[in-house]
Nanobody, 121 residues
Framework: QVQLVESGGGLVQAGGSLRLSCAASRSIFRLNARGWYRQAPGKQREVVATLTNDGSTDYADSVKGRFSMSKDNAKNTVYLQMNNLKPEDTAVYYC???????????????WGQGTQVTVSS
């Protein structure tokens, strides 16, 4: 079964940057990104960035101006560029996407296992 795999997390100091990546575990036809989410310890999963129907991206107020979601269709990879990181950004970050195996077969609303981002003060 094809899975989403997030990578790029790690430990960074406040003010630093990280770029998260999300790709399928093996070759696929297409990856349609839905968004990025995060879950901090003891808290519910929350939206970070979501792709709207018109192709634009909505960001949580807490990350606006600092985070940017993008995708490379040739690589079937979705990215989350995170700049000026703050300790409150510490969380496990998850990618959400539809995985297309062919023009007619897809898996909707797939999630990865997450990647840990820790921001030290």
């Amino acid at each position: 079964q094809v899975q989403l795999v997030e990578s790029g997390g790690g430990l960074v100091q406040a003010g630093g940057s990280l770029r998260l990546s999300c790709a399928a575990s093996r070759s696929i036809f297409r990856l349609n990104a839905r968004g990025w989410y995060r879950q901090a310890p003891g808290k519910q999963r929350e939206v970070v960035a979501t792709l709207t129907n018109d192709g634009s991206t909505d960001y949580a107020d807490s990350v606006k101006g600092r985070f940017s979601m993008s995708k490379d269709n040739a690589k079937n990879t979705v990215y989350l560029q995170m700049n000026n990181l703050k300790p409150e950004d510490t969380a496990v970050y998850y990618c959400n996407a539809d995985i297309w195996y062919s023009t007619a077969a897809f898996s909707s609303d797939s999630w990865g296992q997450g990647t840990q981002v820790t921001v030290s003060s």
